[in-house]
């Protein structure tokens, strides 16, 4: 019965990411097409402007573009299950290979800098919340609420001014330095800087949170009987109201994920860094229909694949969230 | 036996913007081995501070000011909190007022016992542990505690999770158990049993008690001594036979007497007056004489000392002074009379106002199933009359109301008010605006019901601007500080919110707010549950008093036997979403037919106190 649920859940999850997955795709392929701006621009550069009619038409006709929108959808749905995304028009080579290039420092940068938000915000909200209200809390607290209200761009900026330009300490651009692509150190130099900007601009919010979360369920009932026990400071905190705030900070991270990642394109473009920020942006601006669509499918199955695993982790960490359950639980608090 | 607690002196006052609030004022106490001490007092009289500050759970913004704590003779005043950890579930341990809230509820309770044992016998092995958990289970009485183990809290009834939070309670066998009002969030039936429970347990392992409540019947029951507090003082101290044979402070008389059980057929429930005093600057004489009815001119010029009246008998009244001695003090008498009721019997059989007949209302609850929670059940209600609606929670009283009142639209049957079915959409849309004014309702708490953020003559005024009512007496303002007058209020409350009032004050108001649309039914959901016994006294006279200036029909629902018994011309019972049985008030608890009702009455804590104690201390 038990594990037959568990399916059941499974199942419908899986259902539930793959419409997702569509409704997203249908979307931003509709939307892309109805934005002001010409394709070929992006293909054939200025002669694009300088185009017969009729050769225009040859051209839309080779791009697939003269077809109604939905017969040139379901061609693109039938080409993507076939592994084909199509090419993009602004760099004239397949998408698949051209994001596959790139994707590996996105995701290095992003992936790195997520886990720090994620490990690094715990920790200080835990921290802000041991020592409520006295200096170590307000400092952060204070420190927090000032570079939250900074702008990336900004701090990325004066990021590259300090170390990069005037200490000299960091490179200020690229992912590694011409000829040491293998260099594991040089790497790291790389990533030191744009890493430090999306960690500090998204940490004190996350750590905000933690706080909070952590502030109101010390003051819980609960925890009035733990103290009873017998059960110390860190025992009530570690063991019980952080347990009870995991799962609201697992979803909240999860919808943190799109937020870090825009922030990692930002950060990207600034710091010229080889990543897929800067080809979303572009692919965007240019009307580069393919490359478009297989980036923000790609981030949309990202955002949504972290939300449905949050989700299924908080459940397992708290029984209330458990859906077979929840409906119950909210009838009989009605009566 | 020797002392084990003693305190000495003790005050405790709260640092807080508005100045500082002494909420207990120089008390001192002693509880020996084995022996159960309940403290008995109205909400804020500092009963609760009293014990927290002892076990040290107060907030950063309390603090000792005076006095000592004693255990077992060593001071523990100045322990730190590492210490505290230590006789913390060792030495003392707590049972608190709401089970729903106090158990971790990510947890499964075995967990959460689990984790009690473990924290005092860190040696112990898993297996150990286990064992000693389900020892636990079975000593509070759970049912397949293997199971119940490995359930979380919100899987388990109110009754059950205070069960759990006793095992957690008596994990390390402590010596001075705490219980902040453990009954008071739960049924009548259950509030019997765990008291029982309570008492087995504290029996068997021959442990101290302190017992906090503010039902005089609860500690009748459950206590060797009594000590009644008031505005953070003791006010009498003593065996609970003395207090309760011979009690000698005006302030125990006023709780007392304030029993809807011992009401034997008065018109009016007596109401100790006004209310508590704040804190912040306690009055100079004794804090109880604005309030007493039997002051002496010294009571408002100096706090009385503690007298003694036995060697185990004490009370701070001047009444007991010898200057005192020669006045005629005229003791109000306890005992239940038999005075046959003058209780305004309905004329002739009048006109049936409301008429349920065989409402059903099914909650799904998933798929597949789903929880039948009224079944079957009609009544009628007369113009005029007062119907009463009891059974535990649960049963279905409250889906009843909300049926009656629309809220929910009942699965089966009808609802007959006045000849308009109002079950039926199209006749509830013609009748609209009468079903609205005309029926009004009264929720159990006055917290959520009100807006936190409207003023109280906005709150008084909306339903009539909802129902563009033209008020009769000018202006709404006008409408609202009438009515606001009329629940005994004065018109100086119609600018503050409801957070700056009293429980007493806001459910005042919420019937003020129902009453202001002038409605021919009222139905109230509990509506003195979350009182204080001497507010609920207060909250019901208004009750009986506007029922009968203003001849609305009404709907009471609680689960206070006692005070239906008192307030109601006919009752029903609910059990498991049916209605067991109806008849008129008297003759229901003078005859219960249906078996249920014969438990409901029997697990009653009346407090009979002219034999029911000695009695009871034999059987010990």
Redesign the interface.
């Given at each position: 019965m038990n594990s037959k649920r568990r399916i059941e859940g499974l199942a419908q999850r899986v259902l539930f990411f793959l419409a997702s997955v569509f409704v997203l795709s249908v979307l931003v392929f509709y939307v892309s097409r109805l934005a002001p701006g010409d394709p070929l621009v992006s293909y054939y550069g200025d002669r694009a402007e300088k185009m017969s009619p009729e050769e225009r038409e040859w051209a839309e006709d080779k791009l697939g573009l003269n077809a109604p929108i939905h017969v040139q959808y379901i061609c693109w749905l039938q080409n993507a299950f076939r592994g084909d995304f199509g090419i993009s028009y602004k760099y004239k080579m397949d998408v698949k290979e051209l994001v596959g290039g790139r994707i590996g420092n996105t995701l290095l940068l992003g992936g790195i800098g997520f886990v720090l938000i994620f490990v690094l915000a715990l920790a200080l909200g835990v921290c802000c919340a041991w020592h409520e209200e006295r200096l170590a809390d307000r400092m952060i607290c204070r420190i927090g609420t000032i570079t939250s209200c900074i702008p990336e761009f900004w701090l990325s900026l004066a990021g590259i001014l300090i170390f990069a330009v005037t200490l000299r300490w960091l490179p200020s651009s690229g992912a590694y330095s011409i000829g040491k692509e293998n260099d594991l150190g040089d790497r790291v130099r790389h990533l030191i800087l744009p890493l430090s900007v999306i960690v500090i601009s998204h940490l004190w919010y996350y750590a905000y949170m933690v706080r909070n979360k952590l502030l109101e369920e010390v003051r819980?009932?609960?925890v009035?009987?733990?103290?009873?026990?017998?059960?110390?400071?860190r025992?009530v905190l570690f063991?019980?109201c952080l347990?009870?705030v995991m799962?609201a900070y697992f979803s909240l991270m999860a919808l943190a994920v799109p937020h870090v990642l825009g922030g990692t394109y930002i950060v990207e473009t600034v710091f010229s860094y080889p990543g897929i920020g800067t080809l979303t942006y572009e692919s965007a601006r240019y009307q580069d229909y393919n490359l478009l669509m297989l980036l923000s499918l790609f981030t949309g199955i990202i955002v949504i694949f972290c939300n449905v695993s949050a989700q299924m982790v908080s459940e397992r960490?708290?029984?209330?969230l458990r859906m077979?359950?929840q409906?119950?639980?909210e009838?009989?608090d009605?009566? | 036996m020797s002392e084990l607690l003693e305190v000495r002196n003790l005050s405790v006052s709260f640092d807080t913007p508005a100045g500082e609030i002494q909420a207990v004022r120089d008390v001192s106490l002693t509880v020996k081995t084995g022996e159960v001490l309940a403290i008995v007092g109205e909400t804020g009289c500092g009963k609760s501070v009293l014990c927290k500050s002892i076990l040290r759970l107060l907030p950063d913004i309390a603090s000792i000011k005076t006095g000592r704590i004693l255990l077992n003779g060593a001071d523990i005043t100045d322990y730190r909190e590492r210490d505290m950890c230590r006789l913390r579930g060792r030495v003392f341990a707590m049972v608190f007022q709401n089970p729903m809230t106090v158990l971790n509820p990510s947890l499964s309770v075995g967990a959460q016992i689990a984790e009690a044992v473990k924290i005092h016998s860190p040696g112990m092995t898993r297996l150990a542990v286990e064992q000693r958990t389900l020892e636990l289970l079975r000593l509070v009485k759970i049912d397949h505690p293997e199971e119940r183990c490995k359930q979380y809290p919100a899987h388990l009834s109110g009754g059950m999770r205070q069960r759990c939070v006793l095992a957690i309670a008596l994990a390390a066998e402590p010596e001075l158990l705490f219980a902040d009002e453990p009954t008071t969030a739960l049924d009548v039936t259950i509030q019997a049993q765990i008291l029982e429970l309570f008492r087995e347990v504290q029996a068997k392992l021959h442990m101290a008690a302190i017992f906090v409540t503010h039902d005089l019947s609860v500690a009748a029951m459950a206590a060797d001594r009594v000590a009644v507090m008031y505005a953070g003082k003791i006010v009498e101290i003593g065996t609970t036979e003395e207090i309760f044979r011979n009690p000698r402070h005006p302030y125990t008389w006023g709780l007392m007497r304030a029993l809807p059980a011992l009401a034997g057929g008065r018109r009016r429930l007596y109401a100790i007056p006004g209310m508590p005093p704040t804190l912040i600057d306690p009055p100079k004489g004794d804090a109880f004489a604005c309030r007493n009815e039997y002051a002496l001119a010294i009571d408002y010029e100096e706090q009385p000392p503690m007298f003694p009246v036995t060697e185990t008998h004490f009370a701070a009244t001047w009444l007991l002074d010898e200057r005192a001695k020669g006045l005629e003090i005229p003791v109000p008498d306890f005992g239940c009379s038999d005075a046959e009721e003058e209780r305004g019997e309905l004329a002739a059989e009048p006109d049936i106002l409301l008429d349920v007949q065989h409402l059903t209302h099914v909650f799904p609850l998933s798929k597949k199933e789903t929880l039948t929670a009224v079944d079957d059940v009609s009544f009628q209600i007369r113009k005029g009359e007062i119907f009463g609606l009891i059974g535990e929670s649960g049963s279905g009283k409250s889906t009843v109301a909300r049926c009656i009142m629309n809220v929910y639209r009942p699965t089966g049957g009808s609802i007959i008010w006045q000849g308009i079915n109002v079950c039926n959409p199209k006749a509830f849309h013609t009748h609209k605006k009468l079903l609205q004014s005309a029926r009004q309702i009264i929720f159990q708490d006055a917290d959520d019901s009100l807006n936190p953020r409207k003023k109280v003559c906005d709150i008084i005024m909306e339903p009539m601007k909802l129902q563009h009512v033209r008020p009769p007496r000018g202006t709404m303002r006008a409408e609202a500080a009438f009515w606001l007058q009329r629940v005994g209020m004065d018109a100086a409350y119609l600018d503050q919110y409801p957070s700056a009032l009293s429980g007493g004050q806001r459910q005042r108001i919420a019937i003020a707010r129902a009453l202001s649309m002038e409605p021919t039914f009222l139905v109230a959901d509990e509506p003195v549950a979350a009182l204080d016994v001497s507010m609920q006294a207060q909250v019901v006279n208004l009750f009986k008093q506007l029922q009968e200036e203003l001849g609305f029909s009404f709907l009471f629902i609680a689960h206070d036997l006692a005070m239906v018994r008192f307030l109601c011309n006919r009752v029903g019972v609910m059990h498991q979403g049916r209605l067991v049985e109806t008849a008129s008030a008297e003759e229901l608890f003078r005859h219960p037919k249906h078996p249920y009702t014969r438990r409901l009455i029997e697990s009653m804590p009346i407090p009979d106190f002219s034999w029911g104690v000695s009695e009871r201390r034999q059987d010990r």
């Open positions: 819980a009932e609960y009035l009987l733990a103290r009873m026990k017998g059960l110390n400071k025992q063991g019980h347990r009870n799962p960490i708290d029984p209330r077979d359950d409906r119950r639980y009838e009989v009605r009566l | -």
